[in-house]
């Protein structure tokens, strides 16, 4: 079944430190970009970042309002995503998701179920 | 930056057709891309590059868009079609933006 599923969500301090991951299964992980999306409490969607594929070296992209702070990464041998996020703001509570775009094209056919950030003291 | 507006809400008699705008400056010439969310739940693409509906997706959900309006139209509304509903485009200097989403509301 071709599915993703994050983890690691939780509370965290304003100004700590927290890392997400998605495990991918049921398609070929390493051929395809990976991003990250979120969405605050009864607010809209927002998108987080990117991560291309080895054929495109891995490089990455940002919104600009987690840009410097968080770092997406990519660990082929267990076909997972990562998302690293750092000097976490109360603004950055959310509920986070890994989705996939099909090859060539810029739409998310493919969501996990997500996991919630909780940015409080 | 892009900019996706879309309208806060969309009231709908079942049976009825229900039509959710997407504007944006020149969105005519992006491939726009649509979701449904149901609370609690991850999106769902609906339809994308305009108009076109991933498999499963019932005939009744179609897009269009030209100048600076996209449209997603929901035929024969049912009770089940009661979500909230995002536009979303590639923006060359955005990168992937979505629009505010729409909740629609089945009367």
């Known amino acids: 079944e071709v599915q993703l599923v994050e983890s690691g969500g939780g509370l965290v301090q304003p100004g700590g430190s927290l890392r997400l991951s998605c495990a991918a299964s049921?398609?070929?992980?390493?051929?395809?970009?990976m991003d990250w999306v979120r969405q605050a409490p009864g607010k809209g969607l927002e998108w987080v970042g990117r991560?291309?594929?080895?054929?495109?070296?891995?490089?990455?992209a940002y919104a600009a309002s987690v840009k410097g702070r968080f770092i997406i990464s990519r660990e082929e041998s267990k076909n997972s995503l990562h998302l690293q996020m750092n000097s976490l703001k109360t603004e950055d509570t959310a509920v986070y998701y890994c989705a996939r775009p099909p090859t060539g094209h810029w739409y998310f056919a493919l969501w996990g179920r997500g996991t919630l950030v909780t940015v409080s003291s | 930056s892009y900019v996706l507006t879309q309208p806060p809400s969309v009231s709908v008699a079942p049976g009825q057709t229900a039509r959710i705008t997407c504007g944006g400056n020149?969105?005519?010439?992006?491939?726009v891309n649509w979701y449904q969310q149901k609370p609690g739940q991850a999106p769902v693409l609906v339809v994308y590059?305009?108009?076109d509906r991933p498999s499963g997706i019932p005939k009744r959900f179609s897009g269009s868009n030209s100048g600076n309006t996209a449209t997603l139209t929901i035929s024969r509304v049912e009770a089940g079609d009661e979500a909230d509903y995002y536009c979303?485009?590639?923006?060359?200097?955005?990168?992937?933006?979505f629009g505010g989403g729409t909740k629609l509301t089945v009367l």
């Open positions: 049921g398609f070929s992980f390493s051929d395809h970009y």
């Open positions: 020149n969105i005519g010439s992006k491939s």
């Open positions: 979303q485009v590639w923006d060359s200097s955005s990168d992937v933006v």
């Open positions: 991560i291309r594929n080895k054929a495109n070296n891995d490089t990455t």
């Open positions: 590059d305009d108009m």
